[in-house]
């Protein structure tokens, strides 16, 4: 299993990214996929996932209206829209695969096996 992560930069504040995770020796459909970010000092926290069971998502609070998750199946990719985005978004993005988790640990690392390289996002004017 492996996961690819890009499409990182930096952006003023209320600006866009999309991120993207591609996945290679492994079917991405039947896993769930994560995003998880990291700022310097601070703890890894879960931001989205999409489930391989039936596509549906789950949203940090943080990020709720403001990023989307999706996957493009025929890609075997994933992807993080990143709108509106705020100095306090700035950290070092990873995604991540789990063949199963455990409904309300969707965002938890620990419930994740496969993670990629990080990918670095810096909201700043």
């Known amino acids: 299993v492996q996961l690819q992560a890009s499409g990182g930069g930096l952006v003023q504040p209320g600006g866009s990214l999309r991120l993207s995770c591609a996945a290679s020796r492994f079917i991405l459909g039947y896993y769930t996929l994560g995003w998880f970010r990291q700022a310097p000092g601070k703890e890894r926290e879960g931001v989205s996932c999409i489930l391989g069971s039936d596509g549906s998502t789950v949203y940090a609070d943080s990020v709720k209206g403001r990023f989307t998750i999706s996957r493009d199946n025929a890609k075997n990719t994933v992807y993080l829209q990143m709108t509106s985005l705020k100095p306090e978004d700035t950290a070092t993005y990873y995604c991540?695969?789990?063949?199963?988790?455990?409904?309300?640990?969707?965002?938890?690392?620990?419930?994740?096996?496969?993670w990629g390289q990080g990918t670095l996002v810096t909201v700043s004017s």
């Open positions: 991540a695969a789990a063949r199963t988790v455990v409904s309300g640990r969707q965002l938890e690392s620990y419930a994740y096996d496969y």
